[in-house]
């Protein structure tokens, strides 16, 4: 939605703009421009769910960290320098 908004009001991605989804979704690379998308590592995240669930003794509050992925497409482009 916010790509086709963007163009609707002439609006250049990524001259003007970058924009970032999230979830990396595969029809993310589809969007005209494709994209870039931060992916979630939904494997190992299922995996961390259920040994969480699965832990002896469970623990209510416990924590697991993942790293997502940053899928750099065509929706982005490099900081402007400043000034």
Excluded: N
Excluded at 17 to 24: A, I, K, P
Excluded at 25 to 30: E, W
């Amino acid at each position: 939605a916010a790509l086709k908004w963007l163009a609707e009001h002439k609006i250049s991605v990524p001259r003007d703009v970058s924009v970032l989804g999230f979830d990396g979704d595969s029809p993310s690379k589809f969007t005209q421009p494709a994209l870039t998308t931060v992916a979630q590592p939904h494997e190992a995240l299922s995996k961390a769910a259920v040994d969480l669930l699965w832990a002896e003794p469970y623990v209510a509050d416990a924590q697991r960290h993942l790293v997502p992925v940053m899928v750099v497409r065509d929706s982005t482009a490099p900081p402007r320098a400043a000034g």
